[in-house]
């Protein structure tokens, strides 16, 4: 939000409210902006193990939905014994102390605990009021904090637990993708959202990198070294048309064909796509798995895998892991290498273009790598 609509917000408390809804297509008038933090992998992700934890208040609609993967669906048929169904996560309406005083105190708010899937260093984060038209908070604050293991609500809400404040109280707009750029340098693992003084959040979407603890990447011994989950990293792509290459390092099998990369059909002879991701750190790299789930007309043709220990911006130079392969569709393919290759980069060509649904790097930290990853967790506060 621009100093001018803070300063507009602050003056008008609906300056930020979206048109009543009008019929036809609910996200005709949705306001979004451009955020370049959204290419980063969302820490949330229910896929990563993200989950609501807590909420002080959920009368209206269910704080499990902050962290739904689609997006907010609007009925406006769609009502229960407690009002208007929503999407989202909301909360009642405050009120004052007494006749004399109706509205809450300037402190008063509700809250939610959101636990990372996948902790690390939260670059930005998007608080979405999608059909939260007249009902969204009028500003939103946020904090974040790093405490390990599966610590319960009542442990994360004690005394002892420093939050550190990522977004000041702040004006947001209804019906909207606000977008809110962090800059701190630290590994957090839960974040807490909350609403000034009530209202409704569609989705939150806290985007970052992965910082994973190097002491338990090193129990594990073997492996995927490019695991989002384990801090590996899509850097750059030829074409990301339909999906985020990111989707190929996720945990899990696909579920559906646009659970991956896809690109679009490439019409230039001579040409191919291609995909960039920098491992959790310098690892040795034994096995390989491609999978093409779910990619049945649409998939690559051929695959070629290269590999460079360091960085290929200053440099490093690229070898070859795999050779140029053919590829079958809806299949999962398995490449055990003859010597293990020591890299910190992977670039997966796709011969003409096509799909990958999954990839994975099985292998080890080398004492490089582990010592690399220990010095920045330790860096971040881990």
């Known amino acids: 939000m621009s100093l001018d609509e803070t300063n507009a917000a602050n003056a008008d408390p609906h300056a930020n409210d979206a048109a009543p809804y009008g019929g036809g297509d609910p996200y005709a008038d949705y ?20 989950g609501v934890v807590a909420a002080n208040d959920e009368f209206f609609a269910e704080r ?35 006749a004399e005083n109706v509205f809450p105190a300037p402190e008063d708010h509700d ?11 939260i670059r930005g984060i998007i608080v979405d009021t999608a059909h939260f038209r007249g009902n969204y908070p009028q500003r939103v604050s946020i904090q974040a904090t790093a405490v390990e293991g599966s610590p319960s609500p009542e442990q994360l809400l004690a005394d002892d637990v420093k939050w550190e404040e990522l977004v000041a109280p702040t004006p947001v707009r209804g019906h909207a993708a606000n977008g809110f750029a962090i800059d701190a340098e ?4 839960h974040v807490r959202v909350c609403q000034h003084p009530d209202g409704g ?65 490439r019409r230039v002879r001579g040409t191919n796509d291609w995909v960039r991701f920098r491992l959790a750190a310098q690892g040795a790299v034994r096995a390989v798995e491609i999978d093409t789930a779910y ?88």
């Open 31 to 50: 306001r979004t902006g451009d955020f370049p933090f959204t290419e980063l992998v969302d820490l949330a992700d229910r896929r990563l193990g993200g």
């Open 64 to 98: 499990e939905n902050l962290l739904v993967r689609e997006r907010a669906v609007f009925d406006p048929e769609h009502f229960g014994h407690k009002g208007k169904i929503m999407d989202g996560w909301e909360t009642r309406r405050r009120r004052g102390a007494d």
């Open 111 to 121: 809250w939610a605990i959101v636990r990372l899937g996948a902790p690390g260093v």
């Open 186 to 189: 630290r590994r957090f693992t």
């Open 201 to 265: 959040i569609a989705r939150l979407r806290v985007h970052g990198e992965v910082v994973a603890d190097p002491e338990w990447l090193e129990l594990l011994g073997t492996l995927d070294l490019i695991a989002v989950v384990n801090g590996g990293v899509y850097e750059d792509a030829s074409d990301k048309f339909y999906s985020s290459p990111t989707q190929i390092i996720l945990p899990g099998t696909s579920r559906k064909m646009d659970d991956g990369w896809e690109n679009r059909r």
């Open 295 to 382: 990619l049945k007309g649409n998939s690559a043709g051929w695959i070629a895998l290269q590999g460079c220990n360091g960085d290929p911006a200053k440099g490093a130079e690229w070898f070859e892991i795999i050779p140029r392969t053919k590829l079958q569709p809806d299949t999962l393919h398995r490449f055990k290498l003859p010597a293990q290759a020591v890299v910190t980069h992977v670039r997966l060509d796709a011969f003409p273009d096509g799909g990958v649904a999954r990839m994975r790097l099985h292998g080890a930290l080398t004492e490089q790598g582990a010592a690399d990853l220990r010095a920045r967790y330790a860096a971040l506060g881990g």
